[in-house]
């Protein structure tokens, strides 16, 4: 059976501070909607799902982010999770020039947790927590092809 990866859905506290901050990174808004009814309670298994969201692409189209800030039920505030918990760990981008996305993201308010590393002359990575929390790993490729 195939199967492709569709997108990575983020719940977030601000929808339009999180766009701000991925389309500062580079995405694009592929579309925006408010959905609710039968359907969205059975997809996500919540009663009176009511939520804003939107669709963002990368530049090569092969990566997708669904963004979404609930109307109802509220959203449950929950610590950022760290590195090492179990569950949806991080979102995961190659840059071309990781000192300018840091930049970006600055203008955001978010910083690496701890600094940019090397990992075999092959990649400079960080992990840096995004809007709501969000754990964003950016890489840049040292050894361009």
């Known amino acids: 059976m195939p199967i492709k990866l569709e997108n990575v859905g983020i719940a977030v506290r601000d929808l339009e ?29 919540l009663d009176g799902n009511h939520a804003n969201i939107a669709m963002l692409q990368t530049p090569d189209a092969t990566g997708r982010l669904e963004l979404f800030e609930y109307i109802h039920p509220s959203a449950i505030e929950t610590e950022p999770t760290q590195p090492n918990e179990i569950g949806m760990h991080r979102v995961a981008f190659s840059v071309d020039d990781i000192d300018e996305a840091l930049a ?20 400079k990575l960080t992990y840096l927590r995004g809007p709501s929390g969000i754990i964003v790993m950016l890489a840049e490729e040292l050894q361009k092809r």
Do not use: M, N, Q
């Open 17 to 45: 501070a999180a766009i701000a901050f991925f389309t500062d990174l580079g995405l694009t808004v592929l579309g925006r909607d408010t959905v609710s009814g039968e359907w969205t309670d059975t997809t996500v298994g």
């Open 104 to 123: 970006i993201a600055a203008r955001h308010g978010c910083h690496p947790l701890r600094g940019v590393a090397t990992y075999e002359d092959i990649y």
